[in-house]
């Protein structure tokens, strides 16, 4: 059981995630709350008593994403204008908010945030890039975590990585992360499918899931919330090939299929392997590392991430690729 200590730290250490993300108010509020939450509310008191690793659960996103939601419902002024920059005691107007909208906040806390990032495709998309370049262009993808499926969506998104141009012209969406030095080579690259798995699918077509998914878009990223809602038209106009599955299961049972000849099998997933139970990751270790035993020229496998390198502080990409090397 973690510490009321370490679950205040938690809040702190997303402090600093919020500021490497350009989230300043993000951070002046989970500032805020790593020192200022009490017991006076129920929420206060869960989030102090939180029985689990409270950074690995994202306890502080899952207020978060509550205290948004109030914001988003104009359900307390003054709340939004702590989320709009104001610059009085933060701390003392989120005290009365807790316990002002205490019945309505601590269910945000049941379970964890689903952010399902369409951004986070371009970092994706960056290692599938790579994957083509070492073992060939025709990719079959599979993703874990993946929330609502949006990421899903990544043969359809277009991508200016750079001032290089990967994916469909006509796309309503269009992904253009900030980036430095040179633009990536962009060699020959054809997305032949692209299937996910997640514990808890939730379906972006329904309206009440749309405005959770939105609370948890930071309110400093307008342009991230405008991106999530023309990824979910996208959605309601051609869907995905999302299932409810155990990630280790599903990552056996697809890795067990036959694959075709000429085709990368990819595994693929962003800021989901802190989620995991280490037998569940150590499950799908092992089925990589067994299927990249069996791979050959002809049908490689490759394991493609974004996921936080603790510590450094920053979020990485990393790929892997049999019969290949690593980087």
Known sequence: MASEQENRAAFDVQKHWCGKMDAPIYATICGALASGLTRESGTGARVLDWAGEPT?????????????????????????????????????????VLVRHDAALSPWLDGPPQTNEPGRSAALMTGLLEVARRVGGMLELLEIGSSGGLNLLIDRYRFDLGG???????????????????????????IVGVRGCDMRPLDVTDPAI??????????????????????????????????????????????????????????????????????????????????????????????????????????????RSWPDRDV
């Not at 989620?275 to 569940?280: H, N, R």
């Open 56 to 96: 690995r659960d994202a306890l502080p996103l899952r207020l978060m994403g509550g205290l948004h939601a109030l914001v988003r419902a104009g359900a307390d002024a003054e709340l939004a204008g702590v989320f709009a920059g104001y610059l009085g005691d933060i701390g003392a107007v989120l005290a009365r």
């Open 210 to 319: 749309e405005a959770r998914l939105a609370a948890y878009v930071w309110a400093e990223k307008p342009e991230r919330l405008a991106r999530l809602q023309t990824a979910i038209g996208m959605v309601r106009e051609r869907g995905v090939r999302l299932e409810q599955a155990d990630a280790a299961d599903w990552v056996e049972a697809r890795l067990a299929e036959p694959q075709d000849a000429g085709v990368c099998r990819v595994l693929m997933h962003s800021v989901v392997w802190q989620y995991l139970p280490e037998p569940t990751a150590q499950r799908i270790r092992a089925a990589m590392a067994a299927a990249g035993a069996r791979a050959t020229a002809e049908r490689p496998i490759a394991w493609v991430v974004m996921e936080p390198d603790r510590a450094i502080g920053e979020m990485m990409v990393s790929v």
């Open 164 to 190: 290089a141009s990967v994916g469909p012209e006509g796309s309503p969406v269009t992904i253009a992360p900030e980036w430095l030095g040179e633009p990536p080579i962009v060699p020959p690259i054809e």
